[in-house]
């Protein structure tokens, strides 16, 4: 199986500032032969369902704020928040969908400081 | 707009099985693929596999295999999800997620709790 690693657990950021996580997956999730990260990230706010926000590692779901942006290829990806609003408070998952079983990392909470 | 809606809260028995089902609308439903995520008490989301909703075929992740089944009725735009031979370390939220290029949609959940 692959692993997906996430850091930090947790971290708190200032309204307005800059939010980064991280998420490493134990092998590749690039397909070569499409040139695409089979990578997505998710965002759950308590007494709710994920919410996707970006696939392809880096393509971003029809409305989600442009804050939000997500980076990265191979192993190593980061979802950034530009400009932390109270809204965006939420745990935050990767997962790959490279092969089976799909994988998720093991979740960043994001709060306000 | 794409819905996918479940069935309600289950308590269960050790030993017992669970039916959860799922009805999608807003989209046809067998362009899509439905999967199976679990999610139990300060855990990490857990994939179960997924079902194919044209033709029914499935795929299992081996940790589930052989007490996991996924059905569907594509008359009812809904699909079915039967777990077996349950124990506590079952209790969970299950959710149905629309996939293909993206998983896009997800059900609102159905929490399982498995208790003597």
């Known amino acids: 199986d692959i692993v997906m690693t996430q850091f930090p657990d947790s971290l708190a950021v200032s309204l307005g500032e800059r939010a980064t996580i991280n998420c490493k997956s134990s092998?590749?999730?690039?397909?070569?032969?499409?040139?695409?990260?089979?990578l997505a990230w998710y965002q759950q706010k308590p007494g709710q369902p994920p919410k996707l926000l970006f696939y392809?590692?880096?393509t971003r779901e029809y409305g989600v704020p442009d804050r939000f942006s997500g980076s990265g290829s191979g192993t190593d990806f980061t979802l950034t928040i530009t400009s932390l609003q109270a809204e965006d408070v939420a745990v935050y998952y990767c997962?790959?969908?490279?092969?089976?079983?799909?994988?998720f990392g093991g979740g960043t909470k994001v709060e306000i400081k | 707009q794409v819905q996918l809606v479940q069935s309600g809260a289950e308590v269960k028995k050790p030993g017992t099985s669970v039916k959860v089902s799922c009805k999608a609308s807003?989209?046809?439903?067998?362009?899509?693929?439905i999967h199976w995520v679990r999610q139990a008490s300060r855990q990490r989301l857990e994939w179960m596999g997924w079902?194919?909703?044209?033709?029914?075929?499935?795929k299992y992740s081996w940790k589930f295999q052989g007490r996991v089944t996924f059905m569907r009725d594509t008359s009812a735009s809904t699909a079915y999800m039967e777990l077996n031979s349950l124990r506590s370390e079952d209790t969970a939220v299950y959710y149905c997620?629309?996939?293909?290029?993206?998983?896009?949609?997800w059900g609102q959940g159905t929490l399982v709790t498995v208790s003597s």
């Open positions: 997962q790959q969908y490279y092969n089976s079983p799909l994988t």
């Open positions: 079902i194919n909703s044209d033709n029914g075929d499935t």
């Open positions: 997620v629309r996939g293909g290029d993206k998983y896009d949609s």
């Open positions: 807003g989209y046809t439903f067998t362009s899509r693929a």
């Open positions: 092998q590749s999730v690039l397909y070569s032969s499409n040139n695409k990260n089979y």
């Open positions: 392809w590692a880096s």
